[in-house]
């Protein structure tokens, strides 16, 4: 939807750095320096902040109710105003953004995690389908992505190389990353699971991500340039793989048209795609042409922290505005298999001069 | 007793996540998982005609309730496919081979299963294949062992599907998936440092920088500061029953008799109460106040119980903070 009323903006934003495994730290030894530093950049404090809601999933890592274990490093004790989705985190923006608009709050705490690095994490994806008819057969993440890039080349809509050519410039743009995760010149590999090679899939890793979120006057005074969510929506297609037609997302293009992105032209997109063809599929969706920098990050190809790497894409995008590189960009987050629920925000600096 | 130490060499441990889900089914799931145990392929109808295999309970358009049921073909095309030369744990085949997105002949949509071809270059979309059924059938999509190539069965025929009751005898009406994921547990710098310690008999409690609140056992922040908890403060052994519970029915795997007293103990030295069981005292006699100590575990590894001390009671007020 478009935001009614009030002005709220991403004011902050902090990542980890990205790492296969980080067997030394707990979740919220992971998560709490990411929190300090999105609480450092605005000045605030713990006792600031009016809402604060999380993302994450306790499958990964294999232990229940984590999040209420990370809640400790945000000081939730006397209680907080708080909240969690079990999932992406940029859902829990999208929850935090709606607390905003409400005027129940004047400033949020976004912040999720993911730790993938404990568990098989290809198998673990399995158990989020469809209990009868898909999960009993365990066909993992990158099998359903492979399955969408078939039917992409069959569609004449991209191939191999086109594909290797994204994970290139995905790579090669991360490198001015230091948060990413895998960076630089990389042979394409075998194929995990055809047509998809390594270099298609996005490294399995762990980390975390914070932004702060401020409404009206506040978020001024928070932050010299802070970008405004004009709009943001989120739609999920048919639950049945068989049903979709793979190499197009209806959803994003609904979530992107009620966010008012069709409305003026962006400059960034940040693309949550942890495959290389689901770019092919977003890109087309939404109508991208090439004056639009996608990913400058390098995307989720670069570093794909589960339950991070959407809010990663909100963050990189409302960064991109703070530093000026950026006027108007488009942000999307995906969940489930290739690219099942969808969710697009559209951002802006104020006019500069 | 303050001391800093630097992160210990990380502990894993082997964790294996196990559940069998019982799930029940609707009676479009039912049917068609019925129907695959008696080797019979059911769709639904939906509002705008097309038959959806596999079928579902709602229409994914509109979300009108489907009940108008059809029989289709065991035989149909591979919309699209991907190989997999690796096969993982509780997938259909252990061969390598292909997953197929297939649509069935007399079906609008397409089901997902594995495909057993010789290699990636006996595999196209658009071609034929039928299905193989599981030797033994229970009703569940395992009852297709998978798809198999069938070039000789010729293109789709264009007859429609035949309407079908979906009454079976005996029909299956629920589903049990048993799923298994094997992690690797670390537990992070603080809950390290305390079970590195707790290995030396040696309880390990973290202090808040900020509000000076000792934490036992620690988890590496504190939650009402959102600080980590930085320096480590050796508490106990000895503490203050604060209060308890007596447990009176037997847990499954826990060789322990009841009735049994489970209490929460605040270690001398500590900002908040532990949990622990209560030995060497009749149940009825453990109370508030009683002060304990840890009684170790035949490995030495961790506090197995906690027993009186034989010290007077604590004074109420020493602990009511800590309750
Ligand atoms: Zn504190």
């Known amino acids: 939807m478009s935001a009614p009323g009030r002005d709220v903006a991403i004011v902050a934003f902090a990542q980890s750095g990205h790492r296969r495994r980080t067997d030394d730290l707990s979740e919220v030894e992971m998560v709490m320096p990411v929190l300090h530093e999105v609480l450092r950049q605005t000045g605030l404090k713990t006792s600031d902040i009016d809402f604060t809601c999380s993302g994450s999933s306790d499958y990964l890592a294999g232990r229940a109710f984590s999040f209420t274990m990370t809640l400790d490093g945000v000081g939730a004790w006397p209680p907080i105003s708080e909240s969690h989705v079990e999932t992406d985190g940029a859902w829990a923006l999208y929850e935090a953004w709606v607390k905003l608009l409400t005027g129940e709050a004047d400033t949020a705490l976004v912040y999720s995690y993911g730790k993938s690095s404990p568990g098989p994490v290809r198998d673990v994806l399995t158990r989020q389908l469809d209990p009868y008819y898909l999960a009993p057969l365990w066909p993992d993440s990158v099998a359903l992505a492979a399955l969408q890039a078939q039917a992409l080349i069959d569609a004449g809509a991209t191939d191999e190389a086109a594909l290797a050519a994204i994970a290139a410039r995905s790579r090669a743009d991360a490198a001015a990353n230091p948060y990413a995760q895998v960076t630089g010149a990389r042979p394409q590999g075998d194929h995990v699971v055809a047509p998809l090679r390594t270099g298609d899939c996005p490294p399995i890793g762990d980390g975390a991500a914070a932004v702060i979120l401020a409404a009206g006057d506040r978020a001024r005074d928070l932050c010299a340039r802070p970008a405004w969510v004009r709009g943001m929506d989120h739609r999920v297609e048919a639950h049945s793989l068989g049903v979709r037609d793979l190499t197009d997302s209806p959803s994003t293009r609904l979530a992107a048209e009620r966010a008012g992105f069709f409305e003026r032209p962006v400059d960034t997109a940040e693309l949550h795609a942890p495959f290389t063809s689901q770019e092919v599929v977003l890109t087309k969706a939404l109508g991208l042409g090439d004056d639009v920098r996608i990913n400058p990050s390098g995307g989720a190809l670069a570093a794909n922290p589960l339950m991070a790497a959407g809010l990663i894409r909100l963050g990189e995008a409302a960064a991109g505005i703070h530093r000026g590189d950026s006027d108007r960009a488009l942000a999307h987050a995906t969940s489930g298999p290739c690219l099942q629920q969808n969710l697009v925000a559209v951002l802006e600096g104020d006019p500069r001069g | ?323």
């Open chain 2, 1 to 323: 007793m303050t001391a800093v130490t630097p992160p210990p060499e990380t502990l894993r441990a082997p964790l294996v996540v196990e559940f069998p889900f019982t799930r029940s089914l609707g009676p479009v799931q039912s049917a068609f998982l019925t129907g695959l145990r008696e080797r019979t392929v059911l769709g639904v109808r939906a509002e705008g005609g097309r038959v959806l295999v596999p079928p579902v309970e709602y229409d994914p358009e509109t979300a009108a309730e489907l009940r108008e049921l059809v029989e289709v073909a065991p035989t149909g095309t591979v919309t699209t496919w991907a190989w997999n030369p690796a096969p993982r744990p509780g997938q259909p085949l252990d061969a390598p081979f292909a997953w197929v997105l297939v649509r069935l002949d007399g079906a609008d949509t397409a089901l997902l299963h594995a495909l057993d071809a010789p290699g990636p270059d006996a595999v196209r979309t658009g071609m034929r294949v039928r299905i193989r059924w599981a030797a033994e059938r229970t009703g569940a999509i395992t009852d297709i062992a998978c798809f198999e190539p069938y070039e000789a069965g010729g293109a789709p025929g264009t007859r429609e599907p035949a309407p079908h009751s979906g009454v079976f005898d005996d029909p299956v009406t629920g589903i049990v998936a048993p799923a298994r994921l094997d992690y690797t547990y670390s537990p992070g710098r603080a809950q390290t440092r305390y079970l590195r310690a707790l290995s030396e008999r040696r309880v390990l409690g973290e202090r808040c920088p900020s509000c000076d609140k000792v934490y036992v056992p620690p988890r590496g922040a504190c939650p009402t500061c959102g600080v980590a908890t930085a320096d480590q403060v050796e508490v106990g052994p000895r503490g203050t029953v604060t209060t308890f519970c007596i447990v009176n029915i037997k847990a499954r795997n826990l060789d322990i008799e009841v009735p049994y007293v489970y209490a929460h103990i605040a270690l001398d030295g500590a900002g908040l109460a532990l949990h622990g069981r209560i030995g060497g005292i009749p149940y009825d006699q453990v109370r508030m106040g009683l002060r304990v100590e840890p009684v170790w575990s035949e490995d030495g590894r961790y506090p197995d119980h906690y027993r009186p001390t034989g010290e007077p009671d604590a004074d109420y007020d020493t602990y009511k903070e800590l309750l």
